[in-house]
């Protein structure tokens, strides 16, 4: 029987997750169908019953039902529980396990784009859902120290206070003044705004206004933004010589993550690559 397996979301036909997964699924012979569901905003309860009863074995979820959709789950794991967000669901025995595979998914890119993980110290920009899973995934793989950076101050320090007792690393926060110093003492920096989004009319002056030149030579720059593949944060990093990684990497390993999950096979990365490329 042909395997189904999907993303719930509203909106949901701009996702470039079906593309990405039928490509993968074609490359490996597999019986196997991933189609975008449209759920309304306050049904992906009925959407897990439904899911439940026509045994479909796994969904991505997208905005707005990752956080809504836990309540309706089994199991969830502690990355997913850490962040407060859902992006992978599968369906098990008949239980629905709940996981999060942003936060793997960036750990897995950073580590392909050899950028040092363990042991740096780190630096997030912005203080939303993207930034939540940055800092999980870095401090669950070893990094030193997180300082998140927000131009609301207030959200950055709420989202240090909320994950601070749970992470094993030491968290801090500021607002966007006086980042010189921050930006010196970091290895690893992580853009998780929507500042640098295609179309952004703040995406330049938001480049410009960070202090590119302190960081070391040896840190890596990655932007989480994926459109376009090179920010004009990347842009400025890569002129500077540093190492950069592109968010791109971030959305294919989440998605090679919930692959395994739900195939129990090694995801063809290179084939996902391609899709999402052309
Ligand atoms: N590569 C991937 O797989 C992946 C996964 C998830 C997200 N993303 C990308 O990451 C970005 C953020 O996603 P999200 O879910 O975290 O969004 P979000 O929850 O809406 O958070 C956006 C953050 O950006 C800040 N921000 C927006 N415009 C800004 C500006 N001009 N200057 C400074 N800060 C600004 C917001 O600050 P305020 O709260 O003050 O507005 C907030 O902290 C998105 O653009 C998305 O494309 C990529």
Redesign the pocket.
Known sequence: MTTVLGIFGDPVKHSKSPRMWNAAIEHLGLDARYLPFHVRRGTVGDALVGMRALGIRGVNVTLPHKEDVIPHLDVVDDAARSIGAVNTVRLEDGRLEGFNT?AP?LVRSLLEGHAKVRGASVLVL??????R?AIVGVAQEGAARVHVA???PE?AAALVADLGGALPCPLTASG?DDLEGAFEATELLVQ????T?DG?P?AQA?ADSLPMGRLPAHATVTD????PLETTVLRAARERGLRTVD??G??IH?GAIAFELFLGLPAPVDVMRKALAG
């Open positions: 942003d998914g912005g203080a939303g859902g993207a930034a899973a927000a131009r609301r959200a966007f998780a705004t929507s500042a989004l952004s703040h938001f989480l933004v994926y459109a968010g791109l971030m959305l989440q």
